[in-house]
């Protein structure tokens, strides 16, 4: 499989494509990739904002409708669940191939 060129992720992006395979907004954005990364990853809104207008021009999330008005709800599209896609498999195969090299430290 070819490997993109997109990849790979930052770990930001990784958590925000993750977070909005279902509809979400800026501050359940945040919430969620906290809760989703155990605490290690908190955005700030300066960055998740930012991050959102890049992965818009990129056209791996899109504005979706919600009845909110007051607040702007985005969900991954088909191009980032592709992106996403191709991330996690070239994860698994990093893991893959450290466990096949049995590489945990120890001596």
């Not at 791996?60 to 992106?83: C, F, H, L, N």
């Amino acid at each position: 499989m070819k490997r993109l060129k997109e990849l790979p992720l930052t770990e930001t992006t990784y958590y925000i494509l993750l977070a909005l395979l279902e509809p979400g907004h800026g501050y359940l954005i945040m919430e969620k990739v906290y809760e989703m990364s155990q605490g290690d990853v908190k955005i700030a809104a300066g960055t998740m904002y930012g991050a959102i207008e890049n992965l818009l021009k990129q056209k791996w999330i899109a504005s979706v409708p919600s009845d909110d008005k007051r607040r702007k709800v985005y969900q991954t599209t088909a191009k980032g669940r592709e992106i996403l896609s191709s991330e996690m498999n070239r994860l698994e195969k990093l893991l893959w191939v450290a466990k096949k090299m049995d590489c945990k430290g120890e001596e």
